[in-house]
Nanobody, 120 residues
Framework: QVQLVESGGGSVQAGGSLRLSCVASGYIYRVDIAGWYRQHPGEPRELVATITGGGNTMYADSVKGRFTISRDNAKNTVYLQMNSLKPEDTAVYYC??????????????WGQGTQVTVSS
């Protein structure tokens, strides 16, 4: 299967920036879509941003113009650049990648989550 390891979370003041990274390991043949999600305490997980295998991106309205999702195929890594952070961005952020293995089996993997805390 595919394992995802996230990093880059932490504490920052409002207006600051963080960059999250998600490194995938495994015998990946193709990535169909990669995304970042977040979960506020007591609330369901919500979509933040996605990037398709073709490079098309999509963002939640709450982060448009502030967050940027990107990927480095050579490094099997997906990034989330977060600028102009607000206290309401405080959450646990999760990486998700879906695609196909070299064995031609589909996969749908999640990272362990990384905490982002924005103070006012």
């Amino acid at each position: 299967q595919v394992q995802l390891v996230e990093s880059g979370g932490g504490s920052v003041q409002a207006g600051g920036s963080l960059r999250l990274s998600c490194v995938a390991s495994g015998y990946i043949y193709r990535v169909d879509i990669a995304g970042w999600y977040r979960q506020h305490p007591g609330e369901p997980r919500e979509l933040v941003a996605t990037i398709t295998g073709g490079g098309n991106t999509m963002y939640a309205d709450s982060v448009k113009g502030r967050f940027t999702i990107s990927r480095d195929n050579a490094k099997n890594t997906v990034y989330l650049q977060m600028n102009s952070l607000k206290p309401e961005d405080t959450a646990v952020y999760y990486c998700n990648i879906r695609g196909e293995l070299v064995s031609f089996h589909e996969f749908d993997s999640w990272g362990q989550g990384t905490q982002v805390t924005v103070s006012s």
